[in-house]
């Protein structure tokens, strides 16, 4: 079984409840396992900056389905959300990211991993960080704190609000 980190976001409809959705049919699957799941967070939306802002979310799980597998199950949940793939980085009623899976690397036309943006995003680290605080890069070999220090520092306007739910 294999580690993998799975970004979530929406802007799109009731975002949290669609999030919720979208990490319950990933768990109800036979051959991965929900090991941990984040707060949500609001978050200002990046280079497309007109329109709503995200929710956010990253969860942990074990599966032992190979890469291109996990990532045809992720596109087929953001389908059954609504998910169109319209502009790039625009609205969307669901985004699942593959951000890491164990410590490969693997570069492909449909599929990098770690995901090549991961170690710039705020909206990722944050919550990476709650529920796997000692996460290292595979391929930078640095932490998730530092990453998300280094963003901080430089002083990149990311804004992201942890959200209560109920």
Known sequence: MERVLIGLGSNQGDSVQICLAAIQRLADHPQVKLVKRSSFYRTAPLLFTDQPWFINSVVLCETDLRPKELLALIHQIERDFGRIRQARWGPRTLDLDLLA??????????LTI???RLHQRRFVLEPLLEIDPDWVHPTLKVGAR????RIIDDKIDQEVIRVEIP
Do not use: K
């Open 146 to 149: 530092e990453l998300l220090m």
């Open 114 to 116: 770690p995901h090549p």
């Open 101 to 110: 899976f164990g410590d490969h690397h693997l570069d492909l036309a449909s």
